[in-house]
């Protein structure tokens, strides 16, 4: 998020892996959510375990696309060419 500089149009789509290494992918959407309230954020996810992190995210308000792993490239360019494709809990997932 700090890598974009302020004259810099602001993104359209976050597409981020929920489990990275240093930081969750949860934490990056947020605060790229709070910094662009239209940003549409998909991730990606093999594991179970980020449902609670997903449920406290929607605590607070997001709702984010979560796309089940392994993710057919073709069928992740159509979602994103799609637009949201959500379902009215904001979690789309493909098998």
Known sequence: AEALAEHDSPPDILLCDINLPD????QIALQL?????????????????????????????YH?????K?????????????????DPTGIHRVK
């Open 23 to 26: 930081i969750d992918g949860i």
């Open 33 to 61: 959510k709070d910094r662009y309230p239209r940003l549409r954020v998909v991730l990606l996810s093999g594991e179970i375990s980020s449902a609670e992190l997903l449920d406290d995210a929607r605590k607070r308000g």
């Open 64 to 68: 984010f696309e979560v796309l089940a």
């Open 70 to 86: 392994p993710t057919d490239p073709q069928q992740l360019l159509q979602i994103l060419s799609e637009g949201t494709g959500t």
